[in-house]
């Protein structure tokens, strides 16, 4: 992989000249939280650890129109917006990576790829606050899945190559850019050093599928499922939850039909609900159980590596504190300070 250094200096106007690739979309801050904004890139936060919805909400919208039926015909919506999304950490371009190999692998979903395909993707590089886990869940680092990476080593940034797209960009800007010399290297390797040890979670996640799958039958999720609100929070913001609905939105007036796909959560109540008024999952503790062992037991087996990229959202936006991490604890008889591991909750 090719790899430049750039002066602190040049990101702001780097990023501007990127206007030609498309809408320019980075992290800023609103609230207590961060989100993708499209604004000027001196707006830009380069030290957000995580956005409030992750970067899956430009290649599934939380509403989307694929197809449009009128009299006479339908016409599917392949429209996609040219777009450059910037500052995604490696936790959130190893999710994208499962994105691309749920749209992908058996059969291609010509609405994703489009919105893919217009895509540029550049990472940037971040240390982990009290919520990180990805080096439990190796997606600390990332070689693949974007076109160019942007490493922070504080006066400059050492600039990866990660496509034929980036290297199109860098070759454009070469006046943006240097060749990298051997100080780089040595303060990218004490960058990394400092880095790994600034998590702060301390946990084994070793033989953790088999853990899961044995506690099938664990009295855990009850607990869990007295407390959980349902409020389907923990899907929403996970940056590898996959699921949408599909919905037909009529004007009768203009005879026309929308056919949208709208983001779902497996923690609904009816998302397990069939004709005849048969629930699969009536109980929480039920949804509960599917999401945990999709993630971390199911998705292992179909594509040798867990759903969960350790990005923390899950710990930071769950009202009542069920998140990778509070689980993992329970089902391996750890220590664990959420409420409900404590606490008799009476379920609703
Ligand atoms: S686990 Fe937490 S975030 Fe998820 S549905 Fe239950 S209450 Fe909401
Ligand atoms: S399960 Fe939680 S920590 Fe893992 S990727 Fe999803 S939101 Fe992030």
């Known amino acids: 992989m090719r790899v430049f250094k750039m002066k602190k200096g040049n990101l702001v106007p780097f990023l501007r000249s990127l206007k030609e690739y498309g809408e320019v979309w980075g992290p ?8 993708y904004a499209n604004t000027d890139p001196e707006e830009f936060d380069i030290t957000a650890i995580r956005t409030l919805i992750p970067a899956k909400k430009f290649f599934l919208p939380q509403k989307d129109t694929f197809l449009k039926f009128k009299k006479g015909g339908w016409k599917e919506n392949l429209n996609a917006p040219k777009r450059v999304i910037f500052g995604l950490h490696p936790c959130d371009l190893h999710a994208l990576n499962i994105y691309h190999e749920f749209y992908t692998r058996i059969y291609e979903d010509p609405f994703y790829l489009a919105k893919r395909n217009a895509a540029v993707i550049i990472g940037l590089s971040c240390m982990p606050d009290e919520h990180c886990f990805c080096h439990l869940t190796d997606t600390s680092t990332i070689e693949e899945g974007f076109d160019l990476f942007f490493t922070d ?10 496509s034929p797209k980036g290297d199109e960009i860098i070759a454009r800007r070469k006046e943006m850019v240097e060749e990298t010399e051997t100080d780089d290297i040595k303060d990218y390797i004490e960058w990394r050093k400092k880095r790994e040890k600034s998590f702060k979670v301390d946990l084994s996640f070793t033989g953790l599928p088999e853990i899961v799958s044995a506690s099938y039958d664990s009295d855990i999720w009850d607990k869990m499922g007295a407390a959980c609100l349902s409020c389907g929070t923990c899907t929403m ?3 590898s939850c996959t699921c949408f609905d599909v919905e037909d939105e009529y004007d009768i007036r203009a005879e026309e039909v929308n056919r949208n796909r709208k983001w779902y959560s497996c923690m609904f109540r009816e998302y397990s609900l069939v004709a005849g008024g048969h629930n699969f999952r009536e109980a929480r503790s039920e949804r509960l159980r599917l999401w945990y062992t999709h993630k971390l037991v199911g998705f292992m087996s179909e594509y040798g590596e867990p759903a969960c990229t350790g990005c923390g959202r ?14 993992v604890r329970a089902l391996m008889g750890e220590k664990n300070d959420a409420f409900w591991a404590k606490t008799e909750v009476k379920q609703l």
Do not use: H, T
């Not at 800023?28 to 989100?35: E, F």
């Open 314 to 327: 899950c710990v930071s936006y769950c009202p009542v504190d069920i998140n990778v991490l509070s689980v």
């Open 153 to 162: 080593l504080g006066d400059r940034f050492l600039v990866w190559i990660g």
């Open 237 to 239: 913001v996970c940056p």
């Open 28 to 35: 800023v801050k609103k609230g207590d939280s961060y989100v």
